[in-house]
């Protein structure tokens, strides 16, 4: 039974729920706006995922901490950051209190214990070799597996593999800086600093959520799709709510039919036409394994309000989300709402990847070949960040990148699934066509990058993408550009991001909070 613990929020004492995710404690709360923007607008959770900084706050004294990766325990202390500096990308020397970072030296290091992870740590290990694998999450497992309590029944055998197999988590850590055979990563939680020394690594980052700006994208209340699904696995009760699940892609069945099951009254609205979905039922019927998967999904949506050929054009409300606006064929609706959870489709995450000298392709992946090795020697990709296929896939290329990292050869049976894999992810990426109009729903006023408060006005006249983040700091806030990149007028824009650490921002000790304020 979960317990109920006393947590502090700006000098106020509050009640919540042990191993709950801080972010969902703070909206449970009632907490909708967890920091505000340079400009003083209110901001909320986004992500839930690590990846767009909007939650953080200081937590017992340490300024910059996501509270999406941090559970809630007895006596947690909470200022929420709205009115302090900017926090500093470079991480202090040493990381917390100055001191020489610990050392670890193993044969394999992975970074991210998603399913493609796991199922690469776990085969390297029961083959031999020393295996340390990084997460930044408050449990093993991914997004996907990602469990308060007990892990899901699918997560089980790769978490039990791992532990027999002595496999090292350090779990709660976020690789922010490395080069080959050689890794810097820091606790979520405090900056505490850790040097891994390896000789092979496995990249197996995932994916992050696609966001498109259009008005009032920027109200507390909005969130992403996948950000609706990890804040209830983190303990957001939604029982009661009446929630908008819209976008595109196969997260949103998954996401409404959790919402669902979790006792909200759940609005489904998807902006590709049933004609391009239908594309899906060759590939369907040549993937026996997603059949039932698929069937049970579909008879768990029975009954719910849907959409198709439908998009948000604007959110409304204030201080945090009241209604929405749903353009239909028959045209447009404004839906009183508690909840708007957005996105669409997956982006895979490759700059850690790219981070570390490997190439990534035009279309957005790492490359690899067919052992997951990629462009620099001795580092091997896995998962989503080589294309977004699903969680077999991503088991899959992990078993391959693993057992090709201690120098043995996969089977061919293997090899053969990986490469039916992508055909599968193909399919879905096709299905799901982005309508041209998304990309034109924000203009003028309308915030383009959060973190800098850039609006679509003030990049209107800019051509590349060196002018926007000289000029206008576009992409040079905590989130390092992982939610504004996707915006159509950034895709637009010439030149090419580089990628340079830290790869995301280390907490840090923030000695003198009074005087801050």
Not at 300 to 322: H, I, N, Q
Not at 330 to 354: K, N, Q
Not at 464 to 491: K, N, Y
């Amino acid at each position: 039974m979960t317990k109920a613990v006393r947590i502090t929020v700006d000098g106020a004492s509050l009640l919540a729920q042990e191993g709950q995710s801080l972010t969902a404690a703070l909206m449970m709360a009632g907490v909708s706006a967890i920091r505000k923007s340079p400009t003083g607008e209110a901001r909320g959770a986004l992500c839930a995922m690590g990846s767009c900084h909007e939650c953080r706050a200081t937590v017992d004294g340490v300024r910059g901490v996501r509270t999406c990766l941090v559970p809630v325990k007895e006596g947690l202390r909470v200022e929420r950051e709205m009115k302090l500096p900017r926090l500093p990308l470079e991480p202090s020397p040493g990381g917390e209190g100055g001191d020489s970072p610990q050392i670890i030296e193993t044969g394999l290091a992975v970074i991210g214990a998603g399913p493609a992870g796991l199922a690469a740590a776990c085969v390297a290990a029961e083959l031999g070799m020393k295996v340390v694998i990084i997460d930044e999450s408050m449990g093993p497992g991914g997004r996907i597996w990602s469990h308060r309590h007990d892990p899901p029944l699918a997560a089980r055998n790769w978490l039990e593999r791992a532990r027999e197999a002595g496999v090292l988590k350090l779990q709660g850590y976020s690789v922010f800086s490395g080069q080959a055979g050689e890794l810097d990563v820091a606790r979520v939680t405090d900056g505490k600093r850790v040097r891994i020394r390896c000789q092979s690594m496995v990249v197996a980052t995932g994916a992050r959520e696609r966001f498109l700006p259009f008005p009032g994208w920027t109200l507390p209340g909005v969130v992403g799709a996948g950000a609706l699904q990890s804040l209830i696995k983190g303990g957001l009760n939604i029982d009661g709510r009446r929630v908008l699940v819209a976008g595109t892609g196969p997260l949103l069945l998954a996401v409404a039919r959790l919402a669902k099951e979790s006792g909200a009254e759940v609005i489904l609205a998807e902006q590709s036409s049933l004609v391009d979905r239908s594309s899906l039922a060759i590939p369907l019927l040549l993937s026996p394994s997603r059949w039932k998967p698929a069937r049970q999904l579909l008879k768990a949506l029975g009954g719910m309000e849907r959409y198709s050929s439908s998009w948000v054009t604007e959110a409304r409300g204030g201080p945090a989300l009241k209604e929405v606006v749903l353009r239909t064929p028959a045209g447009d609706r404004v839906m009183e709402v508690d909840g708007l959870a957005i996105g669409y489709g997956l982006i895979p995450e490759t700059r850690m990847a790219a981070g570390l000298g490997c190439d990534v392709e035009s279309t957005g992946t790492v490359r690899v070949d067919s052992l997951q090795q990629t462009s620099v020697p001795g580092i091997y990709c896995a998962g989503e960040p080589t294309g977004i296929a699903g969680c077999e896939a991503a088991i899959d290329e992990g078993l391959v990148a693993g057992i090709a990292a201690v120098g043995k050869t996969p089977k061919a049976s293997l090899l053969a699934r990986v490469r039916r894999h992508r055909f599968w992810g193909q399919a879905l990426e096709d299905a799901h066509p982005l309508r041209e109009e998304l990309g034109k729903l924000a203009h003028g006023s309308e915030i383009l990058c959060r973190c800098e408060d850039v609006t679509v006005g003030d990049v209107s006249e800019i051509s590349s993408i060196r002018e926007a983040r000289l000029i206008h700091r576009v992409g040079m806030g905590p989130c390092q550009g992982r939610v504004c990149e996707s915006a159509a007028l950034c895709q637009s824009l010439s030149g090419s991001d580089t990628i340079r650490p830290p790869w995301t921002v280390v907490p840090g000790e923030n000695q003198d909070m009074s005087s801050a304020r």
